[in-house]
């Protein structure tokens, strides 16, 4: 098939509304294949099959730090000033800066120190059940889904609750571009996101807290182990991963949920499957679709295919997911299933830093949801709705419900 049948057909909407189908065909005629990224124009490679995208993962030859491509690359040329300036973050870097700017946060994202915010996690989620419950019915993303992790994360770094709605405008705006090329709000959100950080950061050096803003602050002035681009850059990054992800997780998760009655049964029958059942989230209709880029540091055969240097591959988590050679009946919804070795959080040493939080949000969320709400069930017809646009992130639009 053609670069450009493939590519309009990626993004086409029925696709975003289901991209199983799509994905499934292109996983049997080729491991990788060439399309072209609508929002930057440029070529973009894709791995479907599981082994392959784990091996992609761990594959050296791909670099994520743009600054090691060639001049006249296409993902260079096609750079956005303001996004320079908060895209100098973990993700966009091999070690060993990326070793250093991880280790300077990890420690706050370990299991045994998330598992200390279990009851503030719980605390959050019963006061936005308590003022749902009255309503008998919501947008479980709006109400529910959304507040939450943002609400977490905002705490944990430093940020003002009440400036959550700025943020998840800008966060969509640079992870959804508009696809029609103009990269004018692209510019406009990365330079306000800066400015607010500026802001706010010189506020955090008049008054320190006990938070991950100040933390970070203290490394910085520590010399050398972080810049103040990099500084932004992470602050930016936690924000974004703590904004797009985790109630994607929950909205999916409940959606799948809603579409098997008798795997929601299993699950009211017996709490303690919440483990499992996420996971089986995770990997069912997980919140990131495919990964973000990896570029060829030179001409790279991959599969029988040469990628030139400087153009960019990507992972489809979603399609790895769904391959029948790693899970059998990948379309079956298994809250018990076992092995389930998906790669919903990435692979290799950009594996998801937040995997553990998310996971602790997620359980005792969707327990609590459960048992307070014994009549969940969808409000709107299912063919009502509707997915998000890009192919990053994977979710719904609104999700809404009745209890
Ligand atoms: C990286 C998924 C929640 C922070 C990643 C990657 C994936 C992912 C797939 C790797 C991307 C790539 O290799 O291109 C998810 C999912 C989440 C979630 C499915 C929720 C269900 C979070 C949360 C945070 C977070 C809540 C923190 C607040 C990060 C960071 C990285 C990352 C910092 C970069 C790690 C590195 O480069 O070493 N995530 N994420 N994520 N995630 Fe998450």
């Known amino acids: 098939m053609s670069t450009s049948t493939l590519t309009s057909e990626l993004w086409a909407p029925q696709t975003r509304n289901n991209p199983l189908p799509f994905y499934a065909r292109i996983r049997q005629e080729a491991p990788v294949v060439r399309m072209m990224d609508p929002y930057f124009q440029t070529p973009v490679w894709i791995v479907t099959r599981y082994k392959e995208a784990v091996e992609l993962l761990r594959d050296n030859r791909f670099t994520k730090d743009q600054d090691k491509l060639p001049e006249n690359s296409p993902a260079r040329m096609k750079r956005i000033d303001s996004l320079e300036a908060i895209n100098q973050h973990m993700l966009s870097a091999d070690p060993p800066d990326h070793t250093r700017l991880r280790t300077i946060v990890s420690k706050a994202f370990t299991p045994r120190r998330v598992e200390e915010l279990r009851p503030r996690v719980t605390a959050i989620a019963q006061r936005l059940l308590d003022d749902a419950q009255p309503k008998g019915s919501m947008d479980l993303l709006d109400a529910f889904a959304f507040p939450l992790p943002v609400t977490v994360i905002a705490e944990m770094l430093g940020v003002p609750t009440q400036d959550q709605d700025q943020f998840r405008e800008w966060t969509n705006v640079i ?35 006990d938070d991950l803003l100040t933390a970070l602050m203290m490394a910085e002035e520590q010399g050398d182990r972080l810049s103040p681009v990099e500084l932004v850059s992470m602050l930016f990054l936690l924000l974004v991963a703590g904004h797009e992800t985790t109630v994607n997780l929950m909205g999916n998760g409940v959606w799948a949920l809603l579409k098997h009655p008798e795997q929601l049964e299993r699950l009211r029958a017996n709490p303690a499957l919440i483990d499992s059942a996420v996971e089986e989230m995770l990997r069912y209709r997980g919140p990131v679709e495919t ?32 391959d029948p050679a790693q899970f059998p009946e990948p379309e079956r919804f298994d809250i018990t299933r076992e092995p389930n070795r998906h790669i919903a959080f990435g692979f290799g040493i950009h594996f998801c830093l937040g995997a553990p939080l998310a996971r602790l949000e997620a359980t005792v969320a969707l327990n609590l949801l459960l048992e307070r709400m014994p009549r969940l069930r969808l409000a709107v017809d299912e063919r009502e709705l509707r997915w998000r646009e890009g192919i990053l992130v994977h979710g719904l639009q609104r999700l809404p419900v009745a209890f």
């Open 291 to 322: 990964t973000t880029y990896r570029w060829a540091l030179q001409d790279t055969e991959l599969h029988g295919q040469v990628i030139p240097a400087g153009e960019g591959v990507l992972a489809s988590l979603m399609a790895a997911d769904h």
């Open 175 to 209: 992870i959804n571009p508009p696809v029609n090329g103009d990269m004018g709000p692209l510019q406009k959100a990365g330079m306000e996101f800066l400015h607010y950080f500026q802001q706010l950061m010189a506020r955090r050096r008049a008054e320190p807290r």
